[in-house]
């Protein structure tokens, strides 16, 4: 409507317009005061029928130009863009995910999921179930997400869920359709499901790493790639002997993972979890060699 606005502004006149019942501006409900002011007064100038057809003929062409004016700048008109419009979303990203057994217990399922389309897939390690490993596939469609979990055992499990608007959680609910071998006293289950999207860390991070005997120790790390292949550099103040170290990792969910070589200084291998923004690791740090004693943990600080 502010395109209606700018228009009546442009034109020293006030336009109204109506939406008809199939969402197109309606012409003929198009009113401006000049035009009338100028009808009226020159109706009252003259009684001769040629002015007067004059009069209603510049009349149409001016509503007929402020209708071309307002189908050509969009105002009152419906878009398909619509806000309404629900847009794509996507399960791109690392998930942890929360099973619970309607009878037995809960378990764990987290991994990186990558989208084509609609169509999603990720490998997914699960703890508390009768697998460890297993693979997702399914569809997104809209916010509706449907797909297939296969476990190693072999079990299957049908998963149907919905994806939050804000893309970060989601929810739902499964049942095992078929389950053999260790997973056969699962066959027929149901439940529901929540999960929960973490961002990668990707950036500068810096934490006071506080250690058992000794000071603290200052690291910065500075992190880029992928959830399944992340890789940079670890920087040390502080330290008795460690300086800068190139570290890799990787991310599952919301679990972390980086290790890293100092050749003769020793190694170091940081664990521990990341919050769903990435804003925040809260890490476990356990260092080999002549630094051993600055083994320790810290909550490391995206950098702004």
């Given at each position: 409507?502010?395109?209606?606005?700018?228009?009546?502004?442009?034109?020293?006149?006030?336009?109204?317009?109506?939406?008809?019942?199939?969402?197109?501006?309606?012409?003929a409900?198009?009113?401006s005061?000049?035009?009338?002011?100028f009808?009226?007064?020159?109706?009252?100038?003259?009684?001769?029928g040629?002015?007067?057809g004059?009069?209603?003929k510049?009349?149409?062409q001016?509503?007929?130009?402020?209708?071309l004016?307002?189908?050509i700048?969009?105002?009152?008109?419906?878009?398909?863009?619509?806000s309404n419009?629900?847009?794509?979303q996507?399960?791109?990203?690392t998930?942890?995910?929360?099973?619970?057994?309607?009878?037995?217990?809960?378990?764990t399922?987290?991994?990186?999921?990558?989208?084509?389309?609609?169509a999603?897939?990720?490998?997914?390690?699960?703890?508390?179930?009768?697998?460890?490993?297993?693979?997702?596939?399914?569809?997104?469609?809209?916010?509706?997400?449907?797909?297939?979990?296969?476990?190693?055992?072999?079990?299957?499990?049908s998963?149907?869920?919905?994806?939050?608007?804000?893309?970060?959680?989601?929810s739902?609910?499964?049942?095992?359709?078929?389950a053999?071998?260790?997973?056969?006293?699962a066959?027929?289950?149901?439940?529901t499901?929540?999960?929960?999207?973490?961002?990668?860390?990707?950036?500068?991070y810096?934490?006071?790493v506080?250690?058992?005997?000794r000071?603290?120790?200052?690291?910065?790390?500075?992190?880029?790639?992928?959830?399944?292949?992340?890789?940079?550099?670890?920087?040390?103040?502080?330290?008795?002997?460690?300086?800068?170290?190139?570290?890799?990792?990787?991310?599952?969910?919301?679990?972390?993972?980086?290790?890293g070589?100092?050749?003769?200084?020793?190694?170091?291998v940081?664990t521990g979890?990341?919050?769903?923004e990435?804003?925040?690791?809260?890490?476990?740090?356990?260092?080999?060699?002549?630094?051993?004693?600055?083994s320790?943990s810290?909550?490391f600080?995206?950098m702004?």
């Amino acid at each position: 409507m502010q395109s209606a606005h700018r228009l009546s502004a442009a034109c020293g006149s006030t336009v109204n317009f109506q939406i008809r019942g199939d969402g197109k501006d309606s012409c003929a409900a198009v009113k401006s005061s000049k035009v009338r002011q100028f009808v009226q007064s020159a109706q009252g100038r003259t009684t001769h029928g040629d002015i007067k057809g004059e009069v209603m003929k510049s009349t149409i062409q001016i509503a007929f130009v402020i209708c071309l004016i307002c189908s050509i700048s969009g105002c009152g008109g419906y878009s398909s863009n619509s806000s309404n419009t629900p847009l794509g979303q996507t399960l791109a990203g690392t998930w942890d995910f929360t099973y619970v057994s309607s009878t037995s217990g809960s378990a764990t399922v987290r991994g990186t999921f990558s989208q084509t389309g609609g169509a999603f897939s990720a490998s997914v390690a699960l703890t508390g179930t009768c697998a460890s490993t297993g693979m997702i596939t399914g569809t997104v469609s809209g916010s509706a997400i449907a797909g297939t979990l296969t476990e190693a055992n072999p079990e299957t499990i049908s998963v149907m869920g919905t994806l939050a608007s804000t893309g970060h959680t989601a929810s739902g609910t499964y049942q095992v359709m078929s389950a053999t071998g260790a997973c056969a006293t699962a066959s027929g289950d149901t439940g529901t499901w929540t999960g929960t999207r973490t961002a990668t860390p990707i950036g500068p991070y810096s934490a006071m790493v506080r250690t058992a005997d000794r000071l603290p120790v200052n690291v910065i790390l500075n992190l880029n790639g992928e959830p399944s292949q992340l890789s940079g550099t670890a920087n040390f103040t502080n330290s008795a002997c460690l300086h800068s170290i190139r570290v890799t990792g990787t991310q599952s969910g919301k679990h972390l993972e980086l290790r890293g070589e100092s050749g003769n200084d020793g190694s170091i291998v940081f664990t521990g979890t990341v919050d769903p923004e990435a804003r925040n690791l809260n890490l476990t740090s356990v260092v080999s060699g002549a630094c051993q004693a600055e083994s320790g943990s810290g909550t490391f600080t995206k950098m702004q």
